[in-house]
């Protein structure tokens, strides 16, 4: 392959990433992912149901709710381009110059350097559960149990997001994977290797985006220094740990942190304005007046009268 033909499939692809995948990192949300697919569904029990048909139709409304947000900011995340301003484009076209740059000039280096590191392979091995199910469980679950256990709900919406963003990030990392088909560096191929729909997976990393998900939501609700420092550090060293164990290239951490940013940060402001959004509804029903409403039937016609 010339230089010249891989530098422009390059450029496609890297153009193509920065296009669907990292509109977020700098665009600012606008108010169209606030609705929702389906409609909403609030369990009302019975008086005479019993304590474990109250616990199944609470537990049923709340996963139905979870699943409507899901499938909402997912739809929301996808047609965004539609919504970009300059600055949207912007961001775009320069995660788009560094995606290019580290496939064109980066990938092999990072990849040749790092073959034969004993240690940092020990590494990447040692580091990779933080992102997989047990990391994600174990992560949800603790703020799940202390939220429960203590009653704060700030916990339990944490966990909350963290599913969301992570069912998510899934359904884009998987598209993305199979859409663009990128050969994994272990097979030997040129960091130029995409056969889309070819089922080669290797961009973007899976396990990178969970981390970066994973680690914006937490400081999305714990937005201390602290916080920030050790969740993106954290976050970093899976994908640094991709590398060591020769699954992606620089490039496809890269790429995948940045799809993991901007899914996070979709979703904990989507599920803010929707909040912000009942609450205000809350509060304007509280404050009407006593009503009466009046039903009249007819073979012809349905009347239905609200007198103030």
């Known amino acids: 392959m010339t230089s010249s033909s ?3 499939r390059a450029l496609r692809v890297g153009a193509a ?3 669907v995948l990292t509109f977020l990192v700098c665009e600012p949300m606008s108010a169209f992912g606030q609705d929702l697919l389906l409609p909403e569904w609030e369990y009302e029990p019975a008086p005479e149901s019993g304590r ?9 409304e709340v996963s139905w709710s979870l699943l409507n947000d899901t499938l909402s900011d997912t739809w929301s995340i996808t047609k965004s381009p539609l919504h970009w301003r300059l600055k949207g484009w912007l961001a775009a076209a320069a995660i788009a110059g560094v995606t290019t740059g580290l496939i064109y000039g980066v990938d092999q280096r990072v990849r040749d350097a790092a073959q034969g590191n004993a240690g940092f392979n020990d590494f990447g091995e040692g580091i990779r559960w933080v992102a997989t199910g047990p990391g994600l469980a174990a992560l949800t679950g603790g703020f799940a149990l202390t939220g429960f256990f ?10 909350r997001l963290l599913i969301e963003a992570s069912a998510s990030g899934f359904l884009f990392t998987a598209a993305g994977k199979y859409t663009i088909g990128r050969s994994r560096p272990r097979t030997n191929d040129s960091p130029f290797a995409f056969s889309p729909f070819s089922g080669s997976v290797s961009m973007p990393s ?6 970066f998900i994973m680690a914006g939501v937490i400081t999305s609700q714990y937005p201390h220094w602290a916080v920030q420092l050790s969740a993106y550090s954290l976050a970093a060293a899976v994908g640094a740990g991709r590398i060591a164990l020769d699954a992606h290239w620089t490039s496809d951490v890269f790429i995948s942190a940045a799809l993991g940013i901007a899914v996070s940060k979709a979703v904990v402001y989507f599920n803010r304005k929707r909040a912000e ?5 809350g509060s304007k029903q509280n404050s009407t007046p006593d009503r009466r409403h009046f039903f009249q039937i007819s073979p012809r016609a349905f009347r239905w009268t609200i007198v103030y």
């Open 17 to 19: 990433l920065g296009l």
């Open 52 to 60: 474990l048909k109250r616990g199944a139709g609470k537990t049923a």
């Open 150 to 159: 203590f009653d704060r709900p700030k916990e339990m919406e944490t966990a």
């Open 277 to 281: 959004r009942r609450r205000l509804k």
């Open 206 to 211: 899976g396990e990178t985006t969970s981390a």
């Open 6 to 8: 891989a530098l422009g």
